[in-house]
């Protein structure tokens, strides 16, 4: 019987070993979870903001596509609206941003009567094709930004801003 | 252009395309009677020049509001603003405000619209409403803009 029990000196080295390793693994794992958290994050619609537009009710005439969404800035928080000129181009849906290359107002489709098919801006009279670019001799210089487009239940979703693809 | 640094700064760098200025002029009342009308008119005020302010960025500085209580309106010299605002380079001031007062100035280019209470109203309506507010203030700028 006594040489197997387990002495005074053993029971606390085993015991201090198993605390110990809870106590590091307790430390150690939300490390570990931390650093692979990017890999976990699944990749749903993340960025994107669903708008009332049915996409069965697109044509290859730019309408114009409300959506809002929340902005905190510091305690301020406000419901933002922003707009988007979206049409079909085949079977693409291309979704641009009204906001003018030029000095930021907004662009409105067939805004001058002289010049069907374009987008104008009546600011100082900027002009985009109806792909967004700019018309050379306006004053924009670069093209209306794209926004990147999905669909969910039939309705249009709109993503992030980027350059134009036409440009 | 708001009145704030970035929009600033942009406009110091653009002063031959943003020649506008538009000023917001607030009545606030607090008595128990007009307080709920003044805030009424002070919410429509603001998103209508914020709209403003977001489809002609690039063409006009967008001030703050000078806001002022009744007995202070008397004292609020219209051509003091305009003047400050041309001395600092803008070819056009444009007074915008719900306070029908200011209709009688007819020396400046005031646009008056009367209030349209938005509480309690869903967000598609109240974008259908400031559209259609908006068309009313369009031809007044342009007209201001093409009469050079």
Redesign the interface.
């Known amino acids: 019987m006594s040489n197997n029990r387990v002495t005074r000196r053993q029971f606390l080295t085993y015991t201090i070993t198993g605390v110990g390793g809870f106590m590091a693994a307790g430390m150690l794992m939300p490390m570990v979870r931390f650093a692979v958290d990017p890999l976990l994050q699944t990749k749903t619609e993340g960025d994107f903001v669903l708008t009332g537009q049915k996409v069965s009710e697109l044509t290859d005439a730019p309408v114009k596509v409300d959506f809002s969404f929340e902005r905190t800035d510091a305690w301020y928080v406000s419901e933002t609206t922003d707009s988007a000129w979206v049409y079909k181009d085949g079977d693409a849906i291309i979704a641009l941003s009204p906001v003018c290359k030029h000095l930021g107002c907004t662009v409105n489709w067939e805004g001058d009567p002289d010049h069907p098919n374009q987008f104008f801006c009546a600011c100082h009279a900027g002009r985009y094709e109806k792909t967004g670019v700019n018309v050379p001799g306006t004053p924009p210089t670069a093209a209306l930004d794209q926004y990147e487009v999905a669909e969910k239940d039939g309705f249009l979703m709109l993503g992030k801003k980027s350059a134009n693809s036409f440009a | 252009m708001f009145f704030n640094v970035p929009d600033i700064q942009?406009f110091q760098a653009?002063k031959e395309?943003?020649d506008t200025a538009v000023v917001p002029l607030l009545s606030l009342q607090f008595s128990d009677d007009k307080s709920k009308k003044s805030g009424s008119d002070a919410e429509y005020l603001m998103s209508l020049t914020a709209f403003i302010e977001?489809?002609?960025?690039?063409?006009l500085l967008m001030t703050p509001p000078f806001s002022y209580v009744d007995s202070l309106k008397p004292h609020l010299d219209l051509s003091l603003i305009e003047k400050e605002l041309k001395d600092a380079g803008f070819k056009h001031v444009v007074f915008i405000t719900c306070d029908a007062d200011w209709v009688k100035k007819e020396e400046f280019h005031v646009i008056w619209l009367p209030a349209i209470p938005l509480t309690s109203m869903d967000?598609?309506v109240k974008?259908k409403i400031m559209e259609d507010q908006l068309k009313q203030v369009?031809p007044t700028l342009?007209n201001i803009w093409t009469k050079l």
């Open positions: 942009q653009n395309f943003i977001q489809q002609f960025k690039g063409r967000i598609p974008q369009i342009t």
